[in-house]
């Protein structure tokens, strides 16, 4: 059994050197080591740059934005002034009923139907023909 037992041990050193493997080891972890640590630096490298692509569409993002905000601002504006100077049905109503009221005056004072046809065109021309132009600014 002795002899057996010398048999291997000879057999396992010559086989398996400890210190050989101790360094193979010690290799493969600094190698791993080195690889682990690139990758880290690769990622890190790649976080910033997409951190900074981020900002940079985060800026124009709130540009964007804020044009747009202003552009709309500036039309609801608009909007309300073409609102507010737009003749409405009633202001027109009360223009057609004044000129009415008018020209039904005009042809009771007056007799002859050249008189009401020229007191009915200058009416037309001074209130109709501004108040259209005065609307027709604003739309």
């Known amino acids: 059994m002795c002899k057996k037992i010398a048999l291997l041990e000879t057999e396992v050193k010559s086989?398996?050197?400890s210190q050989l493997i101790k360094e193979r080891l010690t290799q493969q972890k600094?190698?791993?080591?080195?690889?682990?640590e690139e990758e880290g630096r690769q990622s890190n490298r790649r976080i910033l740059q997409n951190e900074e692509r981020m900002e940079q569409e985060?800026?124009?993002?709130?540009?964007?934005?804020?044009?747009?905000?202003?552009k709309t601002f500036w039309r609801m504006q608009d909007q309300q002034m073409l609102i507010e100077k737009r003749?409405?049905?009633?202001y027109v109503q009360q223009v057609v009923d004044q000129l009415e009221k008018r020209v039904l005056e005009k042809v009771e004072s007056r007799s002859s139907l050249s008189q009401v046809g020229k007191a009915v065109q200058?009416?037309?021309?001074?209130?109709?023909?501004?108040?259209?132009?005065?609307?027709?600014?604003?739309v």
């Open 15 to 17: 086989k398996m050197d």
């Open 30 to 36: 600094s190698q791993l080591i080195e690889l682990l």
């Open 58 to 70: 985060l800026v124009r993002f709130k540009e964007i934005i804020q044009e747009t905000e202003k």
């Open 87 to 90: 003749a409405s049905r009633d």
């Open 122 to 138: 200058s009416l037309l021309n001074d209130q109709v023909m501004g108040k259209l132009r005065h609307t027709e600014d604003y």
